[in-house]
């Protein structure tokens, strides 16, 4: 029995890690499971809205009745971020996207000999920062995992990408943050407002995420 009050509205979120292959066996990726993500995409469309999701890969299931593409790497996400976000009233970027990848891939497994290895590693575009460059009428909501300085680099994201609003998730604690079905965070608007929360389930806290974007 949801409130109806997202219909009408196109929401683009993203969730889950990529992957940045080093060669056929070997990859970086991060801790994200995600359920964040899924857990917006799947209350966002109980409440009437359009959603499409992009996802890193994951082990969850598909959310209904929601539009899914499965993308690998942070530049795969990017190229598809872009394509939808055109068309979304809002994006939601729960993802977690790695930063690096390998400065080339290498299509044959690498050796191991008796040397330590070293791998360079690039910068990969940033997805979110590129939207809030270009951004019309959409609302742009980021995330930011610390796991120190919460409030300090929220802030610098929030402004830094032009965000409307940022999600400051402290993964610092187990019980919060990267695959648990619970997370605290603390909200800051563009505005100048700063809400915080309790630990709460994902899903509460998704629904919680929704009502504050106007
Ligand atoms: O997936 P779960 O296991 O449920 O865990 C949830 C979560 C901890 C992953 C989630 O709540 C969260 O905090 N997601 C953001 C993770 C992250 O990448 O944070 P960041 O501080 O590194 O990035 C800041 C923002 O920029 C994020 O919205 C991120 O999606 C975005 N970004 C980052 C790098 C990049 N190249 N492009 C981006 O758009």
Redesign the pocket.
């Given at each position: 029995n949801f409130n109806k009050d997202l219909v009408g509205k196109k929401i683009l979120v993203?969730?889950?890690?990529t992957i940045e292959s080093i060669d056929p066996v070997r990859y970086l990726t991060n801790?994200?499971?995600?359920?964040?993500?899924y857990k917006i995409a799947a209350m966002a469309e109980k409440r009437g809205a359009d959603v499409v999701l992009i996802s890193g890969p994951t082990h969850l299931d598909k959310p209904k009745n929601v539009k899914v593409i499965d993308v690998i790497s942070?530049k795969d996400m990017?190229e598809q971020v872009l394509k939808y976000f055109d068309e979304s009233d809002i994006l939601i970027?729960?993802?977690?996207?790695?930063?690096y990848r390998p400065v080339r891939y290498s299509d044959s497994k690498l050796k191991k000999s008796n040397e330590d290895l070293e791998i360079k590693f690039v910068r990969?575009?940033?997805?979110?920062?590129k939207c809030g460059e270009i951004k019309k009428e959409q609302k742009i909501i980021?995330?930011?995992?610390?796991s120190n300085d919460l409030e300090k680099?929220a802030l610098e994201?929030l402004k830094k990408?032009n965000l409307d609003m940022i999600?400051a998730?402290d993964?610092s604690k187990k019980e919060s943050?990267?695959?648990?079905d619970n997370?605290k965070v603390i909200l800051f608007k563009n505005n100048g407002s700063k809400v915080e929360y309790p630990l709460m389930r994902?899903e509460d806290l998704a629904n919680i995420i929704l009502d504050n974007i106007n």
């Amino acid at each position: 029995n949801f409130n109806k009050d997202l219909v009408g509205k196109k929401i683009l979120v993203t969730a889950g890690p990529t992957i940045e292959s080093i060669d056929p066996v070997r990859y970086l990726t991060n801790h994200s499971s995600g359920k964040m993500g899924y857990k917006i995409a799947a209350m966002a469309e109980k409440r009437g809205a359009d959603v499409v999701l992009i996802s890193g890969p994951t082990h969850l299931d598909k959310p209904k009745n929601v539009k899914v593409i499965d993308v690998i790497s942070t530049k795969d996400m990017y190229e598809q971020v872009l394509k939808y976000f055109d068309e979304s009233d809002i994006l939601i970027k729960s993802a977690a996207p790695s930063d690096y990848r390998p400065v080339r891939y290498s299509d044959s497994k690498l050796k191991k000999s008796n040397e330590d290895l070293e791998i360079k590693f690039v910068r990969n575009p940033d997805i979110l920062k590129k939207c809030g460059e270009i951004k019309k009428e959409q609302k742009i909501i980021g995330f930011a995992a610390e796991s120190n300085d919460l409030e300090k680099y929220a802030l610098e994201k929030l402004k830094k990408k032009n965000l409307d609003m940022i999600v400051a998730n402290d993964i610092s604690k187990k019980e919060s943050g990267f695959k648990s079905d619970n997370n605290k965070v603390i909200l800051f608007k563009n505005n100048g407002s700063k809400v915080e929360y309790p630990l709460m389930r994902k899903e509460d806290l998704a629904n919680i995420i929704l009502d504050n974007i106007n």
